[in-house]
């Protein structure tokens, strides 16, 4: 059984201490980034730090970086994005995964454009009120693209600070504590570059497990350091299991070319190009339906999946449509050599493998 303290413990150092200790750390050790500016290097471009921040939600660092540089070298900054076709961005978003980010991307792209001149506002009042920016984007924006005193929280930030303060309150609960807790030590000047030397303790010293605490800099300020259990901080109640469903996915393959659609504008994958599938969804399985009548032949090989909500398990049919026949209601045919063009999602280029691999077509 864990064992708990009381809800928030006090540190005892006074706020300024832990963010002069901090800041001294990050100006030494900060990691360098595409979109970061470096201590003393002045404000990262607001463009790029919206473009991170969007695409780091709910994904690493280490996956962000080559996406970031193409979005960058082919949409320089929100005029261009604004003006960029839908399905171009949406392949070049494919593989990061949590889709309706790239849409939220393209939507606030155009009202910075359309409402604001191109120049993404400062404050968080009005960053909040753009698609797809929610309080821990608005608060990052404004402290790290201009300079804002804002209390920027994500999830290793949540796990500095509860360990800090010895947060035992389960999360989400928690949230409210640890954000009062984070603002009472973020300071004035340099909320930016503290709330990024928050981020980067997180990611690297205060890891989630087995943390560094001997070379931390903030060690002799921390609670849970002090009680030896930094570990068991933040706290979480246990999660629910993922509901498990099953479908199908259909390959029609004509040609040298593979039958692919668009998605629905709404709903899991919206406007996404891929494969035709047999209707499965978070909430219910496929019903085993394959999108027209013809000579089916079955893979042996099932490809497995994980999403948000649920984890879903696919069988593969496949087979040749006739080159003088029409396309399979709509969609278009695209080449096999270009296939990774296309910008398909993760779990439809998991099946694309899945069948040139089994050479079944």
């Known amino acids: 059984m864990p064992f708990y303290m009381p809800a928030v413990q006090q540190t005892d150092q006074n706020s300024g201490d832990i963010a002069e200790r901090l800041l001294a750390h990050y100006d030494?050790?900060?990691r360098t980034l595409p979109w970061r500016k470096l201590p003393g290097q002045g404000f990262a471009d607001p463009y790029h730090v919206w473009l991170s921040e969007i695409m780091l939600q709910q994904t690493t660092v280490a996956a962000v970086g080559a996406y970031f540089r193409t979005f960058t070298q082919t949409w320089p900054n929100f005029s261009a994005l604004a003006a960029a076709d839908d399905a171009d961005v949406m392949a070049a978003w494919a593989g990061l995964g949590y889709y309706a980010r790239a849409r939220n991307l393209l939507k606030c792209a155009r009202v910075v454009v359309s409402e604001y001149q191109g120049q993404l506002p400062s404050y968080e009042a009005d960053l909040l009120k753009l698609p797809g920016i929610g309080p821990y984007t608005a608060a990052a924006i404004a402290a790290i693209?201009?300079?804002?005193?804002a209390v920027v929280v994500d999830a290793n930030v949540e796990r500095v600070v509860s360990r800090l303060f010895a947060i035992s309150t389960p999360l989400p609960q928690a949230k409210p504590d640890i954000r009062a807790a984070t603002d009472s030590i973020t300071p004035d000047l340099r909320a930016g570059d503290f709330a990024q030397a928050m981020m980067d303790l997180g990611a690297g010293i205060c890891s989630v497990r087995s943390p560094s605490c001997l070379i931390c800099p903030i060690q002799s300020a921390c609670a849970a350091f002090r009680a030896g259990n930094p570990e068991i901080y933040p706290a979480k109640l246990p999660k629910s299991p993922k509901p498990q469903r099953v479908g199908h996915v259909y390959w029609i393959e004509r040609d040298g070319h593979v039958w692919l659609l668009r998605r629905d504008d709404r709903g899991l994958l919206a406007s996404m190009r891929a494969l035709?599938?047999?209707?499965?969804?978070?909430?219910i399985d496929g019903d085993a339906?394959?999108?027209a009548a013809a000579n089916?032949?079955?893979l042996s090989v099932q490809v497995a999946h994980i999403f948000t909500h649920f984890s879903l398990t696919v069988n593969i049919a496949v087979t040749s449509w006739p080159a003088d026949a029409d396309g399979p209601g709509e969609g278009e045919w695209w080449p096999l050599k270009s296939l990774d063009n296309a910008g398909l999602p993760t779990l439809f280029r998991k099946v694309s493998e899945a069948v040139l691999n089994a050479g079944e077509r």
């Open 296 to 298: 089916w032949q079955n």
């Open 145 to 149: 693209a201009f300079g804002r005193r």
């Open 28 to 30: 030494v050790h900060a």
């Open 289 to 291: 339906i394959p999108p």
């Open 276 to 283: 035709p599938d047999d209707g499965w969804t978070a909430r």
